[in-house]
């Protein structure tokens, strides 16, 4: 079965200052890749998606994610984060086209915006 | 246009009480999902929807019922609670269900089983 590993649970980072958090996921033929962002007691919105062609995607709020298919990897950058940007970010994963179980959903990465 | 919205937000049960989550969305979505979020694991599937009068089993389904007698809405049942359904609870939908769709989530219910 799919997995997503997200290797850092919190992240902390000053204002204006660059970010990446990691993503992984296990082997498959074909991925289609996901980053989702929770805000504080919100739901999950969709920051950006990978389905095919140019690896690098962009998404909202500045944010871009890189799809690597030799290192299963799909990280999220953001050059310059605002206090805003201060949530738990879910990377997901969908491989089979098995209706309603289609994602798995890593761990979260905090990701928390200091001044 | 609310998008997905859930009801209560909170919730506090004692084990054995009975509850159901309500779950409504206004974007004539076909397919409906309950996920559970527990720290440090991400959000599991439940039980999900792919139509009216459907349901299915996802990842975690013991212990929960759920029902969608109408396209906009999808309820999840917890007959015996237990300690081990303190959860936040989150409800999304999506137009087509496919690999490559998108689901919109509601603000989620935060349920606490003493």
């Known amino acids: 079965a799919q997995s997503v590993t997200q290797l850092d649970s919190q992240v902390p980072v000053f204002e204006e200052a660059p970010v990446e958090l990691r993503c992984n996921y296990s082997?498959?033929?074909?991925?289609?890749l996901f980053w989702y962002v929770q805000y504080p007691n919100q739901g999950l919105q969709l920051l950006l998606k990978y389905l095919s062609g140019s690896t690098l995607v962009k998404g909202i709020n500045g944010f871009e994610a890189e799809f690597n298919k030799s290192q299963t990897s799909f990280h999220l950058r953001k050059p310059s984060v605002h206090i805003s940007d201060t949530a738990e970010y879910f990377c997901a994963v969908s491989d089979r086209d098995n209706y309603g179980q289609n994602f798995v959903f890593g761990p979260g990465t905090r990701l928390s915006v200091l001044p | 246009n609310a998008g997905v919205t859930q009801t209560p937000k909170f919730r506090v049960l004692k084990t054995g009480q009975s509850m159901t989550l309500l779950c409504a969305q206004d974007m004539n979505h076909e397919y409906m999902y309950w996920y559970r979020q527990d720290p440090g694991m991400g959000l599991r599937l439940i039980h999900y929807s792919v139509g009216e009068g459907t349901t299915a089993k996802g990842e975690v389904p013991d212990g929960y019922n759920v029902s969608r007698l109408k396209k906009q809405n999808f309820l999840l049942g917890l007959e015996s609670a237990a300690p081990s359904q303190t959860s936040v609870y989150f409800c999304?939908?999506?137009?087509?269900?496919?690999?490559?769709?998108?689901?919109?989530f509601g603000p989620g219910t935060r349920l606490t089983v003493l």
């Open positions: 999304a939908s999506s137009s087509q269900g496919g690999r490559t769709d998108t689901q919109y």
């Open positions: 082997s498959s033929v074909s991925v289609y």
